[in-house]
């Protein structure tokens, strides 16, 4: 599976983007799909994981209630919506693809294919 990030971007603080991620899986919602981002100097940090059919999502708590996370089956591509950016959000965001029975997986070991990440900035 190839997963392929883009809409990252310079953005002022209070501000949106919206991040996609294209995969090339002939069965995409075979794989559950998660957020992560990763900021100079830090550990990859968890963001968002939905489910195969994308009845389920969960956030992480520093993003709740600004970002969301969804997928749509048909295009193969799984979306993060950031809105009320902050100058704390400024990371590389990368999506990653998981197989396996558990959809809701936030430590980067439990994902299989990674795309090669986007970086987002915010300015205050």
């Keep these: ?16 983007l919206r991040l996609s991620c294209a995969a090339s899986a002939r069965t ?15 550990e990859r940090e968890f963001v968002a994981a939905v489910s195969w059919f994308g009845d389920s999502t969960y ?27 902050k100058p704390e959000d400024t990371a590389v965001y990368y999506c990653a693809a998981a197989r396996g029975r558990r959809w809701l997986l936030v430590r980067p070991i439990e994902y299989d294919y990674w795309g090669q990440g986007t970086q987002v ?4």
Excluded: C, E
């Design 121 to 124: 900035t915010v300015s205050s």
């Design 59 to 85: 956030h992480a708590d520093s993003v709740k209630g600004r970002f969301t996370i969804s997928r749509d089956n048909a295009k193969s591509t799984v979306y993060l919506q950031m809105n009320s950016l």
């Design 28 to 42: 995409f919602s075979s794989y559950s799909m998660g957020w992560f981002r990763q900021a100079p100097g830090k």
């Design 1 to 16: 599976v190839q997963l392929q990030a883009s809409g990252g971007g310079l953005v002022q603080a209070g501000g949106s």
